[in-house]
């Protein structure tokens, strides 16, 4: 028997924004269904996957979390090139991640696809009573660079399913 693992997409999806802001935990969460507790948040492999279904296709999702290299401004090219969307996630509770977007806005920039789309994502909103970043101000940011904008909370589940499920939707129409 040649069991044959078959798929109508595959899209490529990356991960960015400073360290601590919960990227492994949202990749995590929608992966694996996990919600790690204080440290081991670091997979340490390059990328995980997962097959969803949407309107009866099948469609893989080639998720890349940086493995701790942010912390030393070292992602380079390699990890932008051929990404078909990018997930830029920045901590509510953290100004100082909303803050260095538009580093990583430049970085798109310089080394992604001119035709990558990119979510901004602003995470961890179960700690609402220490919000630093209005949902205001993150949607006039968003709006003004043209990102698709959504608040999530890898620990709660909160809109994890719908941040990916979305994004797999948009895919599929500018394939
Ligand atoms: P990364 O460096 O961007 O990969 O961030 P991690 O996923 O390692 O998460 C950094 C810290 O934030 C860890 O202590 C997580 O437990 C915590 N964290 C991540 N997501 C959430 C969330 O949605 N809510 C809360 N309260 N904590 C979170
Ligand atoms: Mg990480």
Known sequence: TILVY?????FKIVLIG???????CLVRRFTQGLFPPGQGATIGVDFMIKTVEINGEKVKLQIWDTAGQER??????????????LILTYDITC?????????????IEQYASNKVITVLVGNKIDLAER???SQQRA?????AQDMYY????????????????DLACRLISEA
């Open 6 to 10: 078959y798929y109508d997409f595959l």
């Open 18 to 24: 400073n360290a601590g802001v919960g990227k492994t």
């Open 72 to 85: 030393f401004r070292s992602i380079t090219q390699s990890y932008y090139r051929s990404a078909n969307a």
């Open 95 to 107: 100004e100082e991640s909303f803050r260095c977007l538009p580093e990583w806005l430049r970085e």
């Open 131 to 133: 919000r630093e970043v």
């Open 139 to 143: 949607e006039e940011f968003s709006e």
């Open 150 to 165: 959504l608040e999530t909370s890898a620990k709660e589940s909160d809109n994890v399913e719908k941040l990916f499920l």
